[in-house]
């Protein structure tokens, strides 16, 4: 469990919780997932005595819910907020192991995996709950870290833009979550339209379709979670709209709104370019199906023009194979040379009169 006092442009990492919340400043207390029931009394003490109220019990459920979905909730006192991050993918290989190879079709749709980070905000007071090793929170404690002094024995460090709340502090931590599925959406694109041409290809066979229908899956999952995470946030944003801090000035209080709004417009990105990827998807399956069409109507085309050239052929071999006694050039000493001729002449000329009007062409 981590310990952070914001002050006035000032912050501390402490061991244990503080008896009172600094003057114009706030706490976060970090806790992993693991061992928030080990340290529940600990926790609620503090929540007690500096957010105004202990956690209820149902809140403390969702907090230690590892599968809880996007959700926000709330009391007189506190806000709770949960919010699926992506998974690292880290934690993807140790969950999935080595059984999705990285060369194979839409290899990186099998490894979304998300994990769930729960907020619960108070006017003074931040506790925020993570799965093990999580990256969002050590990358905040880390870059806290990198310019600490110590100073007689009380670790300290003065920073510039420093979070002026326990929600600033939140939302810039959610919006580093959002802009990691930003950045998944380019692997995905990357990756969607590299089988999307290899499916329209002239000489492609035929495709993982295994492969597609778990991307398809894959894209709903995500569309679903980012819908779950924007009505979360659009809650607790209509929520501090409706009923603002009292302690909160204007100048902040429209500061917090607009980081919220943008974070807001964020997940609304994600959500429309996943269903771009989804609609991109099911174009490009329509695509091949239509060029498979046209490729068997091309070879159908081309058949029915070689038995259109070899029809007459048969004909008039039919003819001088029939069993009469007496057939025109049958006894003749050049009737086979003529009879030759013709056919090779009427293959010929119907082969010219198919191939001016590209019956025997192939298109591109």
């Avoid at 019990?57 to 996007?70: I, Q």
Wanted: charged residues 25%; glycine residues 6%; aromatic residues 8%.
């Amino acid at each position: 469990m981590h310990i952070v006092e914001f002050g006035a442009g000032t912050l501390r990492f402490l061991e244990q919780p503080p008896a009172r919340v600094p003057e114009g400043g706030f706490v976060w207390i970090y806790i992993e997932r693991e061992e928030l029931q080990e340290r529940l009394t600990e926790l609620q003490r503090a929540a007690n005595t500096l957010g105004g109220s202990a956690l209820l019990d149902l809140h403390v459920k969702d907090l230690g819910n590892r599968s809880h979905p996007s959700h926000y909730d709330y009391t007189s006192v506190y806000d709770l907020v949960i919010f699926r991050r992506l998974a690292t993918e880290q934690e993807v290989r140790v969950e999935l192991g080595e059984d999705v190879p990285a060369d194979r079709a839409l290899a990186s749709f099998g490894r979304i995996r998300t994990r769930a980070i729960g907020f619960a905000v108070f006017d003074r007071l931040l506790i925020t709950v993570h799965p093990s090793g999580c990256q969002s929170a050590r990358t905040f404690i880390q870059r806290y870290l990198g310019d600490v002094v110590q100073s007689e024995g009380v670790t300290a460090v003065a920073r510039t833009r420093l979070p002026a709340s326990p929600a600033d502090l939140m939302l810039r931590m959610v919006n580093m979550m959002v802009d990691s599925y930003l950045e998944l959406r380019k692997v995905l694109s990357a990756e969607l339209d590299d089988w999307q041409h290899a499916l329209l290809a002239a000489r492609a066979r035929g495709a993982d379709w295994a492969a597609l229908m778990s991307a398809r899956n894959a894209l709903h999952t995500l569309e679903d979670l980012c819908e779950e995470q924007n009505d979360a946030m659009q809650e607790w944003l209509d929520g501090q709209q409706e009923q603002p801090p009292p302690w909160m000035g204007q100048a902040e209080r429209d500061s917090l709104l607009a980081r919220a709004r943008d974070v807001v417009e964020h997940i609304e990105r994600v959500v429309h370019h996943v269903r771009r990827m989804e609609h991109g998807a099911e174009t490009a399956v329509q695509i091949h199906f239509s060029a498979l069409g046209n490729r068997t109507n091309e070879i159908m085309r081309t058949l029915t023009a070689l038995t259109a050239i070899f029809l007459p052929l048969n004909l008039i071999a039919g003819v001088f194979g029939m069993n009469f006694e007496f057939v025109p050039l049958i006894h003749a000493a050049t009737g086979f040379w003529w009879t030759l001729g013709s056919m090779v002449f009427i293959a010929v000329a119907l082969g010219v009169v198919f191939w001016r009007k590209r019956y025997l062409a192939r298109t591109r």
